[in-house]
């Protein structure tokens, strides 16, 4: 069974920085990526960024405008976002996801599995 655990999360001032990592296990052997989204109130779930296994190339979504990094630890299935510069419209709960299907994009339609969201709040 394919489980996600997400960490980080919390209050954040408005220009700060803030670190969430998600972890996958039970995934089955060969390439995957992992994501993020996240989903603010009122409004649909959107990619932040995608990475993928291996080589770890990293797709970005439209909400994204060069703010954020992505990295992969492949030996423990691991992926971590940091977001700086966060501003109030950052805010939302945001939620990891895994897939198998190689068809990476950032796309809620392309991911599989998915993790329990954790909320962001930037305040200003």
């Known amino acids: 069974e394919v489980q996600l655990q997400a960490f980080g999360g919390g209050l954040v001032q408005a220009g700060g920085s803030l670190r969430l990592s998600c972890g996958a296990s039970?995934?089955?052997?060969?390439?995957?990526?992992i994501a993020w989204f996240r989903q603010a109130p009122g409004k649909e779930r959107e990619g932040v960024a995608c990475?993928?296994?291996?080589?770890?190339?990293?797709l970005w979504g439209d909400a994204v405008e060069g703010r954020n990094a992505i990295h992969i630890d492949n030996a423990k299935n691991t992926a971590t976002l940091q977001m700086t510069s966060l501003r109030s419209e950052d805010t939302g709960t945001y939620y990891c996801?895994?897939?198998?299907?190689?068809?990476?994009?950032?796309?809620?339609?392309?991911?599989?599995?998915w993790g329990q969201g954790t909320l962001v709040t930037v305040s200003s």
């Open positions: 039970g995934l089955p052997r060969g390439d995957y990526a």
């Open positions: 990475i993928t296994s291996g080589g770890g190339k990293a």
């Open positions: 996801a895994t897939t198998t299907r190689r068809l990476w994009a950032p796309h809620v339609t392309r991911f599989q599995y």
